[in-house]
């Protein structure tokens, strides 16, 4: 059983900022690349930004110079530091894992997601 928790949300100004954390618990062998995704009401969801476990980065261009993720291996934490934050950031954002909980394949975890709403 594998489990990803997500918490940081909440309701900031436009400006403001917001850090999000995941942590994944259970039967994990090993943990690939974990990300945030993000869906707003009426749209699709969407990449927000992804790290590998060596740590390289890859952030949405929307999101580019405001947004940063990090993890921490140890942890089997992700994080999402939001800066600048905008109205249109407003979604409910998902973490989201790839791992291996012994020698088979990675599979995709997804946490139960967490709001985010930016106010004008």
């Known amino acids: 059983q594998v489990q990803l928790v997500e918490s940081g949300g909440g309701l900031v100004q436009a400006g403001g900022s917001l850090r999000l954390s995941c942590v994944a618990s259970?039967?994990?062998?090993?943990?690939?690349?974990m990300g945030w995704y993000r869906q707003a009401p009426g749209k699709q969801r969407e990449l927000v930004a992804a790290?590998?476990?060596?740590?390289?980065?890859n952030h949405a261009d929307s999101v580019k110079g405001r947004f940063t993720i990090s993890r921490d291996n140890a942890k089997n934490t992700v994080y999402l530091q939001m800066n600048s934050l905008k109205p249109e950031d407003t979604a409910v954002y998902y973490c989201?894992?790839?791992?291996?909980?012994?020698?088979?394949?990675?599979?995709?975890?997804w946490g139960q997601g967490t709001q985010v709403t930016v106010s004008s």
């Open positions: 989201n894992a790839e791992l291996r909980m012994g020698r088979g394949n990675p599979y995709n975890f």
């Open positions: 259970g039967s994990i062998a090993s943990i690939n690349a």
């Open positions: 790290i590998t476990s060596g740590g390289s980065t």
